[in-house]
Structure formats: structure tokens, C-alpha cells
């Protein structure tokens, strides 16, 4: 049955449910786990990537909507809530369902057929049981702290999405009291998944098993002289957004530090058993944690599927991934210096299919060359370990002026964003934390060298973080450039972000929350003008969600006027495409393959002028007005046709990996028709911008 993907006011809205919407981005993603074109292990990747996106929709998304109405005591009074919340439990249940059917019934036995084997214990052998037995008894049981409950030993906190075990058992415990129930964490510090050794058994390639398996299997001899009746797994997700009160706190990175700390314990939202849990100690486990029965999923599987990704790091067979890529370079060898040759000429980065060390070599260059006088970063996503940020922290001890922005409520990156603004403010760096109640989102970085006694400007601009592990594995566009107007512009930006003052008129860039949305939909209508006056109208969007209303009512009224539109969305779009009077001219398509989508391209005809501007911005009401955000021109010609060339056109030809939206809200996937040959618009970009010679799926 098809999950209703309209929203509550109704199915003669205009726009569809967001939530549900992202939701069936989660879909498309299970598909990958499914198709049997994909190597295998890169299947059981998707898997794990979709229970991830799950998580974090609870962690967020459902959070935010409890949030909203209180507490569950008062849905009652919230009915268009309460039936949201209600599509959404339903569609997350056979979400959950068909996941583990598809572990269970379709990438497990397929794994154990290639010699990957995830072994249950009443499949191990007798050496095996006896070698998990050891591991038991050396390395998991002195971790182990299992707490019999009773009013001096009250119910545990318990961690965000850790591993836990509710166990009940019969008789009376030492003291001769009945102490029914008992609760054990599973050790944080142990590994999930657990290889076991070689020779043990005659199944042939390499096998593994789960640290749950492992405490399941041995559970009992923790509780000695009692019986263990009824046991199973379990796992709580909580609220993980933080929040502090911006207007109150004087100093955000320590109010922050503060708040992480709780982060693990916020207000719960979901709970995950064993699917043979019995159902006394599940509404145990539910009334503990204030949760009602819609909020209870019962799993054939381990509770936490994105632990599996541990199989991979032990398995070397290469027919089971993706071939290996090489991402080529933007500059041509021998151009080692990279101001010259922006002087020369803007350079377009389009990553992963090139290289991001471009942009390190940027920063590094800056960093150590004695001409540069000062550098200032933006930092949204930057991780643990950062070229970058070591090259901005080499600049400030060498006494350069370095200014970095740190958004320091980067969802989950907060405190490796911390702990770089601890480190650059050391190194004297000047750092500073954006703009009370709004997120710094733009990706943004700009060098200012002293060339024959005047200040020079050199800029960065990006559509993705400057984050050394996502730039291998997410679509992103990059532009180097010493233009006047855009690097000078971007100095502004910076200025009106430490500063506080009113940013000076921008010609360039479009930046939130001041000018985006207007700009957005002031060169939507211009291509409605450009139709009613019977030129071509044209339109083609490439972004990661589209829900702003008042964009979508923009893009409504240019189909109506005969604009030809296409929006390439990689997530939640709550626009309604094709429907006659309203939409019939805008068509909208999701690609899921190898690498994630990620980058925002805004192209717009203007009577062959073909504008185009890249952005961090999705088109949300979150980025037009709750962030700073920043989209750039493309203004050379050769450049514009590459992102047109490389960023759009392809995309709309793919026929391997496109997914074209309905008007009721569900998702078609596109494929080759007739003599029509199949086309993937990422292997089309590996094998034209990869390296020579590389290896390509």
C-alpha cells in the first residue's frame, strides 16, 4: 500500500508532505540495497545509510514536531499534528520492515554466497562457540555492569542510540528479594561486529558476528543462580538537537560545550526491541521512557544497522565494492602557483570527479606565502582532522591576520568545530561564531595579498563544506577566482558577519537572509515575463530539498505562463509537478547513485544571458532566512557551460539512476527506453573529469 504523501490540509493542497517527501528519499536510497547491478558490499553501505537518515529524521525531524506540540499528553489538542505524526509512524514502520527484509532476505544470504558470513550462534560451530565463549569471558563480561532494578538501584540513563539489554528473570536475588528486571549496557568501547578467526569452521571466507549475539549467547551467566526467562535487545533514540538561549549567554562555546554533554539524554522519541521481545518488557521499556506504542519498533535484526559498515573494513575481496576512483585535477601540471593562475583565468572545481586538494593548496599557499597579509574562512563541516584548518592555524602563528567564522551549531559537527575554534584562537586567529539566531552556512573563504602595493583579493566560493572526508563522496562545485567584484564583495561579507553592520549593496552575490528569496524568485518571474511575451521561458534547478512555499507558489505561476522547468532534488520536495492548471511545465527528478548529491545549481535562460549562480542554499525557508547563505555568479562563459555541461544536462539525461516525482507524491525511477542506452550522469563525470587511466566502476 502506498503511504499518503499529501499533506494535512488536504489532497487538494498545493504542496506535499515535507516529512513524508523525505521519507521517500529514504526509499529510493533502500533501492540501491536492492538493485543487483550494485557490488554487495556497497548494497549493505545503502542499508546502513538508510537506517542513518532514519535515525536522524527521528532525532530531528520527529523531535522537532513533538517539540511543537508539547508533550504527548496535549497531541489531542494538535489534531493536524497528531495525524502527521500518525502518516509518519506508519510509513517509518514498513520503512523498518522493508530494511531488515531486505538484510534478511536479500543481502545477507547474497554476502554469505560471495564467503561473507554473519554468523548467528546457533550457526557457529563447536570452536566457534568455544572461541566467542573466550572473547566473552576476556573482553566483554569484566566491561560489563548489569543492574537489577529495585529503589536503590533505579532505571538507568541511557545513552542515544547505545546498545542495551532488558532482561528478566525468575526466583529471588542474593538478598532473597524479587528482583524481576535487570538492565545492561553494552560497552561503548567494544566493536560491534567481530571477526572470527580463520580455521574454525569449513564455510570458507572470512566470518563474522555481532557483540550482541556474543552477550545474547552468554547472558545467563552474568545472573548466576537465577533464571533468565526473557531477554532482548534494545536501543532509545532521543531528541539530539541543542539549544541554548542565544540572547542569554554570553559566551555560545561554552554554553554549547555544556549542552553536548547532554545531547545523549534528551527527550526520547523512538524505541527499538527485538522482534521477539516479549511484549511485557516493551511496555516495560515504553513507559520508562515516556513513549507511547506507535513510538515501538520491533526489529528482525540488530537494533543499530548502521554498525554493519564495520564488515567492510575487514573484508578486502575488491569484487564486492565499487571500483576504486581517482579524481582528476583542475590545474595543469607545473602550475604551482596558484595565484598566477587565477589571475589568469577563473578555475571551477567540480568535486569528487576533481580533486579537492585545489582548494587545500589555496589555503596552504596562502598560509605560508610571505605576500599574503590575511585570510578569512568560514567553517561549517570541517571534521577531526583538516588540512585546512592546520594551514589556517600555520597562518596565524606566522602572524598573518586570519579571521574564521566557526559555526558552532553545525548539527553533530559541533564539537569538532569547538575544539578547532580552542585551537585557532590559540594559534591567534581572531574567532567569532557568526550571528546570534542564525546559522553560518555559505562556504566562503577569501585571501588578501599585497601585489605591487596594492591589496589583491583572492575567493573561494562552494557549494559543500570545506570538509576533507565528504569532498570525496559528495557532488559539490567550487570557484576560485581573484575577479574585482566577487572576491571584493566576499571581503564584505565577511565584514558584515564579525561586525554586525548592515551588508553594503551586493551586485554579485545573492546573500540570506537578506536578498536570497527575492533574488530567487524575482529571476523566477523574469522568465514568466520572458514567456508571456512569447520568447522561451527556461528554468533548471538542481538542489538538495525545495519546500519554501512562496518559491514553489513562484514556480507554479511561471509554469502557468508557459515556463519550461526542471528541478533536480535530491531529497524532500513538497512541489507538485505535472498537474494540469498548476505544474503541468515544471518536472522534477531525484538521482541516487554512488556519490551523494549535494550541489545547488540556479540556471535561468534571461533570453540566452543563461545566468547561472551556485549556492550553499537549498530553497527552504531554514536557508532564506534562518542562515547565512551565499550564491555566486558563473560568470565566465566557458565556465558556465561546464556547470551546465557537467552539473545539469547530464542529469536530466540519466536514465540509471533518476527517479522522476508524480503529482500525487510518489517516485517513479526512469529507465532506458526502446534502443535507448542506459545513462549515468556520475559514471558519466568519473570517466570524463576522473583521472586518466583510473579505475571506474
Excluded at 508571456?532 to 512555499?549: F, H, T, Y
Excluded at 516525482?661 to 529507465?671: A, I, V
Amino acid at each position: 500500500m502506498k503511504p499518503d504523501v499529501h499533506a494535512e490540509v488536504g489532497k487538494n493542497s498545493a504542496f506535499l508532505d515535507r516529512e513524508l517527501s523525505q521519507l521517500m528519499f529514504n526509499r529510493r536510497v533502500l533501492a540501491q540495497a536492492e538493485d543487483k547491478s550494485i557490488p554487495l558490499l556497497e548494497r549493505l553501505r545503502y542499508l546502513c545509510i538508510a537506517s542513518s537518515n532514519l535515525d536522524e529524521f527521528f532525532e530531528v525531524r520527529v523531535a522537532s514536531l513533538l517539540a511543537a506540540a508539547g508533550t504527548d499528553g496535549v497531541l489531542a489538542t494538535h489534531p493536524a499534528l497528531l495525524a502527521t505524526l500518525s502518516r509518519i509512524s506508519n510509513e517509518c514502520h514498513a520503512l523498518v520492515t522493508h530494511q531488515y527484509n531486505i538484510l534478511n532476505q536479500e543481502v545477507l544470504p547474497e554476502l554469505a554466497a560471495s564467503g561473507v558470513h554473519l554468523v548467528r550462534h546457533n550457526e557457529r560451530t563447536e570452536a566457534e562457540r568455544a572461541w566467542v565463549k573466550d572473547y566473552f569471558d576476556t573482553e566483554v563480561r569484566p566491561l560489563l555492569t548489569p543492574i537489577g532494578l529495585d529503589p536503590a538501584h533505579p532505571f538507568p540513563q541511557v545513552v542515544n542510540k547505545s546498545l542495551n539489554f532488558i532482561v528478566s528473570l525468575s526466583g529471588k536475588d542474593a538478598f532473597g528479594r524479587g528482583t524481576a528486571i535487570a538492565i545492561l549496557k553494552a560497552p561503548r568501547v567494544l566493536p560491534r561486529v567481530i571477526r572470527l578467526p580463520d580455521g574454525l569452521s569449513n564455510r570458507g571466507g572470512v566470518s563474522f558476528c555481532l557483540l550482541s549475539s556474543v552477550i545474547h549467547a552468554h547472558i545467563s551467566d552474568l545472573f548466576a543462580g537465577r533464571e533468565v526467562i526473557a531477554y532482548s535487545q534494545f536501543r532509545v533514540t532521543r531528541d539530539s538537537d541543542l539549544w541554548v538561549d542565544e540572547d542569554e549567554v554570553k559566551n555560545l562555546r561554552q554554553a554549547l560545550k555544556g549542552e553536548l554533554q547532554g545531547r545523549q539524554f534528551g527527550t526520547s522519541v523512538r524505541l527499538e526491541v527485538a522482534i521477539n521481545c516479549p511484549p511485557e518488557l516493551s511496555q516495560f521499556l515504553l513507559d520508562q521512557f515516556g513513549l507511547q506504542q506507535s513510538r515501538l519498533y520491533a526489529v528482525n535484526g540488530p537494533v543499530n544497522l548502521v554498525r554493519l559498515t564495520e564488515i567492510m573494513d575487514h573484508v578486502e575481496d575488491p569484487s564486492l565494492r565499487f571500483a576504486p576512483f581517482f579524481p582528476g585535477s583542475a590545474q595543469k601540471p607545473g602550475s604551482a602557483d596558484i595565484f598566477a593562475a587565477l589571475r589568469a583565468h577563473d578555475i571551477l572545481l567540480h568535486h569528487p570527479f576533481q580533486s579537492f586538494q585545489t582548494v587545500i593548496d589555496f589555503i596552504r599557499s596562502a598560509a605560508h606565502d610571505s605576500a599574503v597579509v590575511a585570510i578569512k574562512q568560514t567553517i561549517y563541516r570541517t571534521g577531526m582532522n583538516s588540512d585546512l584548518m592546520e594551514a589556517l592555524i600555520t597562518a596565524a602563528r606566522a602572524g598573518k591576520e586570519v579571521t574564521v567564522i566557526v559555526e558552532l551549531k553545525a548539527r553533530f559537527d559541533e564539537e569538532a568545530n569547538i575544539n578547532w575554534a580552542d585551537k585557532l584562537e590559540q594559534a591567534g586567529a581572531q574567532v567569532v561564531y557568526g550571528v546570534v539566531g542564525l546559522k553560518t552556512h555559505a562556504k566562503v573563504a577569501l585571501v588578501i595579498r599585497r601585489e605591487e602595493g596594492k591589496l589583491k583579493y583572492y575567493a573561494h566560493l562552494g557549494t559543500g563544506n570545506y570538509h576533507p572526508t565528504t569532498t570525496k563522496f559528495y557532488t559539490d562545485f567550487g570557484l576560485l577566482t581573484c575577479h574585482p567584484g566577487i572576491s571584493q564583495e566576499v571581503n564584505e561579507v565577511f565584514i558584515h558577519l564579525t561586525s554586525l553592520t548592515k551588508p553594503h549593496r551586493l551586485t554579485h552575490l545573492w546573500l540570506a537572509p537578506f536578498a536570497l528569496q527575492n533574488e530567487i524568485i524575482k529571476a523566477i518571474r523574469n522568465e514568466a515575463r520572458i514567456a508571456r511575451s512569447g520568447r522561451p521561458g527556461r528554468i533548471i534547478v538542481k538542489m538538495n530539498a525545495l519546500v519554501d512555499e512562496s518559491v514553489i507558489r513562484a514556480l507554479y505561476a511561471a509554469s502557468k505562463d508557459g515556463v519550461k522547468i526542471d528541478l533536480i532534488v535530491r531529497g524532500a520536495c513538497t512541489l507538485k509537478p505535472g498537474v494540469p492548471g498548476l505544474s503541468e511545465n515544471i518536472k522534477v527528478r531525484s538521482i541516487i547513485g554512488r556519490f551523494l548529491e549535494h550541489s545547488r545549481i540556479y540556471y535561468f535562460r534571461n533570453d540566452l544571458a543563461h545566468d547561472v549562480m551556485l549556492s550553499s542554499a537549498d530553497w527552504m525557508s531554514r536557508n532564506l532566512f534562518r542562515r547565512i547563505e551565499v550564491a555566486f555568479p558563473i560568470l565566465d562563459k566557458a565556465l558556465k557551460r561546464r556547470v551546465m555541461s557537467e552539473g545539469l544536462n547530464p542529469y536530466l539525461k540519466d536514465n540509471r539512476n533518476a527517479w522522476e516525482l508524480e503529482p500525487d507524491g510518489h517516485y517513479q525511477r526512469r529507465k532506458a527506453r526502446g534502443k535507448q542506452g542506459g545513462f549515468s550522469a556520475q559514471q558519466h563525470l568519473m570517466e570524463t573529469l576522473g583521472m586518466p587511466g583510473a579505475m571506474i566502476e
